[in-house]
């Protein structure tokens, strides 16, 4: 069936360090990928996306690869600081397709 | 403030009950999104609208439903509560799909 997971439930990084969050779908008809971070007591929040057409895309601090061979979806976050200690989400979602389906998350904990 | 509203941000409410949560979509948004989320888990999709008109379901019990209505706004109506229901209740918009969504902060529900 469908489903996105990711490889890792939990990351520990040290503050100044590179992270990079995982995640495998298994849908290879999905066009759309996104990245979402949600901090304790709030709601998810976007935080970068990528369409089957490309292999990576930045933005600030962020940046997501796409490999489509493997179906495959990464989060890079550069020099990760504590503000960054949240749970992410990767989701995908299909052509004409009307809902997003959400990976279980990874916990991110940052050390000072 | 993210622009989608939900309310209320907390409801405790006792089993076998019937509750109404609310949201309003962000400004121009057409689609709503329903997910449920439950402790330290991944968020499941309920339901979404898109102008009105129902357009994905998920895993949403029969005990749930759900309606937009005119001015876009929506409601999601839990009833014959079960203990299992406790978990937040995130809504979400966007302009139409192949979009990453906005999400409201959540409504916690907890059933007793």
């Known amino acids: 069936g469908e489903s996105v997971g990711l490889h890792l439930p939990t990351l520990s990084v040290q503050e100044g360090d590179n992270s990079i969050i995982n995640c495998a779908y298994s849908n290879s008809a999905s066009d759309y990928f996104i990245w979402y971070k949600q901090e304790s007591g709030k709601g998810p929040q976007f935080i970068i996306d990528i369409r089957s057409n490309m292999d990576k895309r930045q933005g600030q601090r962020v940046t997501v690869l796409l490999n489509k061979t493997v179906k495959h979806l990464s989060l890079q976050i550069a020099a990760t600081q504590p503000g960054d200690s949240a749970v992410y989400f990767c989701?995908?979602?299909?052509?004409?397709?009307?809902?997003?389906?959400f990976g279980a998350g990874t916990r991110l904990f940052v050390k000072a | 403030d993210s622009g989608v509203t939900q309310t209320p941000k907390h409801l405790i409410t006792a089993t076998g009950q019937r509750v109404t949560l609310r949201c309003s979509p962000r400004?121009?948004?057409?689609?709503v999104y329903w997910y449920q989320q439950s402790l330290d888990q991944g968020l499941q999709f309920l339901i979404q609208y898109y102008n009105g008109e129902e357009r994905a379901k998920g895993n949403i019990l029969e005990r749930f439903s759900a309606q937009q209505f005119p001015d876009l706004h929506s409601e999601l109506n839990l009833s014959s509560l079960e203990l299992g229901d406790s978990a937040l209740y995130f809504c979400?918009?966007?302009?139409?799909?192949?979009?990453?969504?906005?999400f409201g902060s959540g409504t916690r529900l907890t059933v007793v």
């Open positions: 989701a995908e979602n299909k052509p004409g397709g009307f809902k997003t389906i």
């Open positions: 979400a918009s966007s302009a139409g799909t192949g979009f990453g969504y906005t």
């Open positions: 400004s121009g948004d057409l689609s």
